[in-house]
């Protein structure tokens, strides 16, 4: 599986963002998806995941109420819509899968196998 985050940018306190990630190889429907990450300096942390089955979300409690993932199995795309962007939401993020998780696993970076680049969101105060 190949992955590949875009959409990254700067952008004002307040304002929003529309993250993608493409997706190639593995059969997508399979792959649960998820959101990580990483600010300078500190540890990567879990943003959010769509489960492969049903896809149902979840998000960290820092995101809950302004970040939203869908999914599009046909185009093999998922989607982090950012909204009411916070300096502290300053970070690279990541895409990343991992092959029919359940659900108490997707927020464990060390279940996904497979990592987008990253992309770099930059939130002014």
């Known amino acids: 599986v190949q992955l590949q985050a875009f959409g990254g940018g700067l952008v004002p306190a307040g304002g929003y963002l529309r993250l993608s990630c493409a997706a190639s190889?593995?059969?997508?429907?399979?792959?649960?998806m998820g959101w990580f990450r990483q600010a300078p300096a500190k540890e990567r942390e879990f943003v959010g995941a769509?489960?492969?089955?049903?896809?149902?979300?979840y998000y960290a409690d820092s995101v809950k109420g302004r970040f939203t993932i869908s999914r599009d199995n046909a185009k093999k795309m998922v989607y982090l819509q950012m909204n009411s962007l916070k300096p502290e939401d300053t970070a690279v993020y990541y895409c990343?899968?991992?092959?029919?998780?359940?659900?108490?696993?997707?927020?464990?970076?060390?279940?996904?196998?497979?990592w987008g680049q990253g992309t770099l969101v930059t939130v002014s105060s």
């Open positions: 190889g593995r059969t997508f429907s399979d792959l649960s």
């Open positions: 769509i489960r492969w089955i049903g896809g149902y979300p």
């Open positions: 990343a899968a991992v092959y029919r998780a359940i659900a108490s696993t997707l927020s464990d970076s060390s279940k996904y196998g497979y």
